[in-house]
C-alpha cells in the first residue's frame, strides 16, 4: 500500500497514459495523411494565374508565384503528416519517461521497504 503513497508511481503511469494516447493518435491520424498523399496529386486551391485578367501575364506571374507556391493540398497534408509524426514521436518519448518514473518509484519504495526490513530486526 506503501507503493501507492510514492509520488513517482501515479505520475510514471500518467506519463505512460497520455503517451499512449498520443502515440495512437500520431499512428492513426498520420496513415490518414499518409493514404492520402499516396493516392496521387492533390488538387490546388488558388485559381489559375489566366483568372486574373487585371494584369498581364508578367505580372500575374511575379506577383502571384510566391502566394501559390506551397498553398496546394499535397503541401497541407504534408504539413499534417509531419504534425502528426512530431505528436506520435512525443507519446514515444512521453512512454519512455512514463516508464522511467514508474520503474524509479518502484525501485525507491523496494529499497525503502528493504531497508526498513533490514534495520527493524537490529532494534530489538
Request: glycine letters at 8%; one cysteine or more; hydrophobic letters at 45%.
Amino acid at each position: 500500500m506503501s507503493v501507492i503513497r510514492n509520488p513517482l508511481l501515479p505520475v510514471g503511469l500518467l506519463l505512460v497514459i497520455l503517451g499512449l494516447g498520443n502515440w495512437r493518435t500520431g499512428c492513426a491520424r498520420g496513415r490518414e495523411y499518409e493514404v492520402l498523399l499516396a493516392s496521387g496529386p492533390l488538387p490546388a486551391n488558388l485559381a489559375d494565374f489566366d483568372e486574373f485578367d487585371q494584369l498581364n501575364s508578367r505580372l500575374n506571374a511575379t506577383l502571384l508565384t510566391p502566394i501559390q507556391r506551397g498553398s496546394d493540398e499535397s503541401t497541407f497534408a504534408n504539413a499534417k503528416l509531419d504534425f502528426y509524426k512530431i505528436v506520435q514521436s512525443g507519446g514515444r518519448a512521453l512512454v519512455l519517461v512514463g516508464l522511467f518514473c514508474a520503474a524509479s518509484g518502484l525501485v525507491r519504495e523496494w529499497y525503502r521497504q528493504r531497508h526498513t526490513a533490514r534495520s527493524a530486526p537490529a532494534a530489538r
